[in-house]
């Protein structure tokens, strides 16, 4: 029973267990509005928006402040990083600790906690985030998620301490395990992988391409965020919301996450963010109406419900950023820093937006109605920003559009009289001559590239010129088009042996003989990057040249 592969998945090490406490000891603090273990007469309203406000701000600063410091000092930043986490989280919780004994400075001091805790918390996201991609990808993927179905069972556990006692136990013992996890931890990354050896001003090319292709799935997980912020909003006001939101959020948490783990354990597992933001949108929407139309009991569900999916999404952010850096050989610190950035500002603004939009008093409008309305049209505003905005809505051809021909024709080009120069005729294609599937056609000023053969291809290969390098964290290869067969080929490798979509292109494109350099200008990542890829292909497929990948993919018959 215990070699089940579900409990072998979940089976504890350092990593897991100090990640799981770490969010749970989280939870108990810059959550869903509320602190469990503290007295209930300290969480005023005043006093919980002082401090979420501080934490979330703070908190989301030092993300974007973190992904800076890596882009232009990065060496410096990764020595801060393990430096700094520690000493404010624990200087955090001594200030909310002071508040319940100095009533008089309540306020103050649960905004100074506030900041503290903020800037402690998103350090150590930092840490994790850096050992989890670090790491080999089903190692890290693996902990990051049994860390995340511990924390809600630590969690849950915390309830079994006194409350009197809980609020000190978190400073002076479970601040210094999780702390010290992850720096003994953080003392086994490999600091000569590429994502570290990289310096990022050498290469903003590279930098520029990754953030190009992060901020569409930031901005699907942003918008539940900024749900989430608006309902804290709510649950600021009432320390029974939160409770709840805390209670339930975590629940979801561990049931996804054994989910996810048992469903990796038989099978591959891929989903994309923003097909799920696109699921996800009219079921919100649809929430959100409801919300000034049912009563309090349908706020406080909202709230919880919204905020398990919020820590479910933080969860699939983590695995995605942690991927994207082993792909593109960025920094991991880089990558999580604005990634998170995004999605946490927007949490913010519907944080402070909800409470705003909340005190106000408009044509006799209830606050509730507001909070639905104006959350309703900056839901849509990020959607139509997400899928492409206006440049994508008017470029876009479909398969029902309208389509009015021109009254008024260019007059046709004459044809070429005999005897002209051949520039000055289109050329003619032969009706046996088979177009290249993509691939790029010779303009008629310019002759056919000569094809070649890649070193130590069959003589009968199917494949010869290099083909443009598929789009950089594409669609996995076994999802639809193929470009020939040499394609499907290549993607039933990859379910027989585990490669990812990434360590797939580059696979391919090895093996249709384009160099290092040509890849990794077509992928738009270093060189080092390539080379690192090429060796755990390699491994995994147990060859060790060109010629042996050759013919390992011509072995599979479509």
């Known amino acids: 029973m215990l070699d089940h592969p579900l409990l072998k998945a979940l089976r504890p ?64 930043t990764r020595r801060f990083l393990v430096k700094i986490v520690v000493t404010p989280y624990m200087l ?30 998103a350090g150590f996201y930092m840490l994790w985030q850096r050992l989890f991609a670090s790491q080999d990808a089903a190692q890290g993927n693996r902990d990051l998620i049994a860390g995340t179905a511990w924390a809600a069972l630590l969690y849950f556990a915390l309830y079994l301490i006194p409350v009197a006692v ?57 918008a539940l965020g ?41 099978k591959n597992v891929r989903f994309s963010v923003s097909a799920a933001y696109r699921l996800f949108f009219p079921l919100v929407t649809t929430a959100l109406l409801l919300l000034p139309l049912a009563g309090a009991a349908y706020a406080r569900g909202l709230a919880a419900v919204l905020y398990a999916l919020w820590s479910v999404a933080i969860m699939l952010m983590m695995i995605q950023c942690a991927q994207i850096s082993r792909d593109g050989g960025i920094n991991p610190v880089f990558t999580y820093g604005v990634f998170g950035g995004i999605v946490y500002a927007l949490h913010d603004v519907g944080f402070a937006g909800g409470h705003f939009v909340e005190s106000l008093s408009v044509l006799g409008i209830p606050s509730l109605v507001l909070v639905a309305l104006v959350a309703l049209w900056l839901l849509g505003l990020m959607y139509f920003v997400g899928q492409g905005g206006f440049r994508s809505a ?26 002209a120069a051949p520039s000055q005729a289109l050329p003619a294609v032969e009706a046996s001559q088979p177009l290249a599937v993509g691939r790029p056609q010779p303009s008629p000023k310019e002759p056919a590239r000569p094809q070649t053969k890649p070193s130590g291809a069959h003589a009968d290969a199917p494949f010869t010129e290099p083909l443009p390098a598929p789009a950089p964290f594409a669609v996995p290869l076994d999802g639809g088009d193929y470009r020939d067969r040499f394609s499907k080929q290549m993607a039933m490798v990859r379910e027989a042996y ?15 003989g384009n160099s290092v350099a040509r890849i990794a200008e077509m992928l738009v990542v270093s060189e080092n990057t390539i080379r690192t890829h090429s060796k755990r292909i390699y491994a ?6 060109r010629q042996e990948l050759i013919e390992l993919v011509e072995s599979y018959a479509p």
């Open 92 to 121: 955090g919780w001594c200030l909310l600790i002071a508040g319940i004994y100095l009533p008089g400075a309540a306020l103050p001091l649960a905004t100074g906690g506030g900041a503290c805790l903020g800037l402690g918390s």
């Open 394 to 419: 008017v470029g876009a051809s479909t398969a029902d559009e309208i389509e009015l021909m021109a009254l008024t024709r260019p007059a046709a080009p004459e044809k070429p009289l005999a005897g």
């Open 166 to 222: 809980t609020a000190y136990l978190i400073p002076l013992v479970f601040l210094p395990l999780f702390g010290l996890a992850v720096v003994l931890k953080s003392r086994t990354i490999d600091l000569d992988q590429p994502m570290f050896e990289d310096a990022p001003r050498e290469h903003p090319r590279t930098y520029r391409h990754i953030v190009s292709h992060l901020w569409r799935p930031a901005l699907a997980i942003g």
């Open 13 to 76: 090490n350092v990593a897991s267990l100090g990640y799981g406490l770490f969010l749970a000891i989280n939870a108990a603090s810059v959550w869903g509005g509320t602190f469990p273990f503290l007295p209930v007469g300290f969480q005023t309203p005043t006093v919980m928006l002082g401090f979420f406000l501080a934490q979330s701000l703070v908190f989301t600063l030092s993300f974007f402040a973190s992904a800076a410091g890596t882009y232009l000092f990065p060496e410096q």
């Open 498 to 512: 585990g490669l990812s979509a990434r360590e797939t292109e580059v696979a391919e494109l090895i093996a249709r």
């Open 226 to 266: 900024f749900c989430a912020g608006i309902m804290r909003s709510l649950a600021v006001a009432d320390p029974s919301v939160g409770a709840l939101v805390n209670v339930l959020s975590m629940a979801a948490t561990l049931v996804a996450a054994v989910a996810l783990l048992a469903a990796w354990t038989v």
């Open 540 to 545: 995994k497929l147990d060859i060790h040249k």
